[in-house]
């Protein structure tokens, strides 16, 4: 991500200096201010956080020129670079606005400067309105040409093909586990992990009508149908579910008949025009999806990262133990572990695993070598900084 950079190195345009920064509030023991002061006290502080964002983006550009004519806008994105601004950001902040807020604003920031060189083209799993559409704004802000694709399959190919820079594809719930499809990918995939984001989703039933009255059907991703069966047997237990590939497709049929409700997101909700008729229904408050970003190659350590590993094992006694022996011996921590059928053969299984860690770091190189001793094959999936607020 194109960003702020030494001022020695740069020249600043004369239009750009900016003035004092103004006095935000008065002195304790200073006369309360009417309400017309407090307010050109305001409007001097917004004049001078424009100054200071079209500053910043100034010098962004400056940086992207820096760089010499590169291909396109996937080789400006640095996304070790975005998570180290975004952690000091997180670690200023003493309020009153809390982490996630000034994490979004400042990623909206970086993401309308990096869009000054081209924006960046994502692919998520579609249609508009999906929670992988939002998980795609968290991560890189609103800034980008988003694709929306009608599989997670076709999030791949497009990304691989270099129709799409990244892609965005869901992993895991914290509801009903992993996302398998996406898993098998990876299998025959060469597309690395480029970063993580976490979404709390919020479920909600839409409908035309806005009531509850009259619902025979719902549509829904089936993820989102196992997500709020107690609600469904609770409040709609004779209606009938139909499972579609996402929830904004969902949405699209609802939006058709009276009779017909969808499970999506709020979001869908404004796309389709349909009306909230309950929410959030979820069954658990703190459900949360997390999504990996994919692209075509690998990025430097941020300071705070997790490597993802394919491993097909040996079949041999203790091959299992002896594939996570090093990373314990190196004092590195698994986060995840799950198998999946290999398609080498009958039998075959290949385990996926999360490590705390880089792999251009020292310890987890070590735990690699050693691991291949024990490992029929080893996959380096990616490298990426741990998901910010």
Known sequence: MASNTGKKNVKRAPKQSVAAKPEIAPKPDAAPLDLAALRERIDGIDRHIQELIGERAQFANQVGKAKGKLAAAVDYYRPEREAQVLRRVVDRNDGPLNDEVLVRLFREIMSACLAQQEPLKIGYLGPEGTHSQQAVYKHF?????????????????????GHADFGVVPVENSTQGTIQ???????TSGLKICGEV?????????????????????YSH???FAQCKAWLRQYLPKAEKIPVASNAEAARRARSADDSAAIAGISAANVYGLK???GPIEDRPDNTTRFLVIGRELFPPSGNDRTSLLVFIKDQPGALYHVLAPFANHGLSMN??????GHTGLWQYAFFIDIGGHVQEEAMRRALDELADYAQEVKVLGSYPVAIA
């Open 198 to 218: 976490e979404l709390r989703v919020h479920q909600h039933l839409l409908s035309r009508t806005g009531s509850l009255d009259g619902v025979e059907r719902v």
């Open 276 to 278: 909230s008729v309950a």
């Open 141 to 161: 802000g609103h800034s980008i040409h988003g694709l929306p694709l009608g599989s997670i399959e076709e999030v791949f190919q497009e990304v691989e093909a």
């Open 336 to 341: 995840r572990i799950e198998s999946r059928p």
């Open 181 to 187: 499809s996406t898993l098998d990918m990876f299998l």
């Open 222 to 224: 089936p993820q989102s």
